[in-house]
């Protein structure tokens, strides 16, 4: 403890004298200085004075100057302005507002990538970011690694060093950032469930956390556009961007296929989470609970929804806008000035919807068609890739039975076609026999039986084979 009263005395900045009291303790101190001393202060002050005057009026009648700044700007003060330009940065986001040609104005675009478990995708990734047309320098990315089992994060930094240091200077991209979070995965990833309906209401509030988490954390004043991008797209346009950006909506989304199964006639010409709202879904939205997430493409959510591939001409224009309702994830431009502005993708449920479908729900999305076969936009999604890589198998797995049975339906045929033939020999040999009864000689019988046990080796052999 510290004691209140200083034995010393100097406990508010004056020594204190034992003799006075603590209330005003300089009150009778003792003059320090002599008079001569204090004419000398008493001149000098007056001096002090005439000089400060001197100096003010000199700056108020001196031409051009009378400013306050003018003052500081002089002597000591001048060299703090620089350390403000030095510290302070402005923006004029009047300048980032993002135009229908930005790539003329070299406006910015942050290319945001959430990445989970996406090894495997890694490399087609890359080749469309080495092929995109819009100058690369004016692209920064932004990648978030979550939850991820597999080697993501160390793929990636090897092939972003890789693309940085590449010879070529149209390659290399501007800033880069990856950022890594988990979000814990509070469902079992084994992907039925993952892929399961009960589990899409929380993966997609998930999903819409780790959106805004890459964003807010990577989004900077100089950006004019935020494209967001799957990594499983299999096939884009290389001129993606300038095509989005052309219609200079604040967000705009290419019309996406899937690949199916042939037997499913090959090609899904749209994407299930684009679409337009139905009176259906309405009702249905106003019977579920506060906390539901529709999602498109359930059974157990009969939406009614119309799907792109009813409202679009398969022989219009290329280049047509519509507006729709919902998104997915695939392929969004926006301009930056939409998240400036507040709008985010729901991380909650939002008029009964989250993440890029609760989007949707807050701001207009138009759609481009993009008819055109050569300018198509296809998209691997996983589970569709499992589906595939499923498929592949099994009809591998059946090519490989079909291909047994043949081999053994061949063996079966020989076996049937060697039978007749030691049959015909044995036959023979039996004529000659009957022939050698009559001519007394067995010599070529021995060559004929012979010759059977020849083929029955050959048998032998095959079917070991
Ligand atoms: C990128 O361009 C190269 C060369 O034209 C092409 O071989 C490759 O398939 C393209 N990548 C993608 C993902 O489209």
Redesign the pocket.
Known sequence: MMPRHHSSGFSNGYPRNTNTFDISPHRFQPRASTPAARRRRNLLTRLGIIAVVIVLIWFFIRPGSGTFTSLFSLGLLGSSGDVLMDTVRYYDLSNVQGTARGWEREERILLCVPLRDAEPHLN?MF??L??FTYPHHLIDLAFLVSDSKDRTLEVLVEKLEALQASEDPKLPYGEISIIEKDFGQKVNQDVESRHGFAAQASRRKLMAQARNWLLSATLRPYHSWVYWRDVDVE??P?TILEDLMRHNKDVIVPNVWRPLPDWLGGEQPYDLNSWQESETALALADTLDEDAVIVEGYAEYATWRPHLAYLRDPYGDPDMEMEIDGVGGVSILAKARVFRSGVHFPAFSFEKHAETEGFGKVIPIFLILQTHADSGFRWLNEMEAERLAKEAEEKEKQEREKKVKEQFSDTNAQWEQDKTQIQNLAKEAQKEREAESQQGSSQDSKAAADKVGEKSNNNQFRVEA
């Open positions: 087609m080749s469309h080495r092929n096939t884009a290389f």
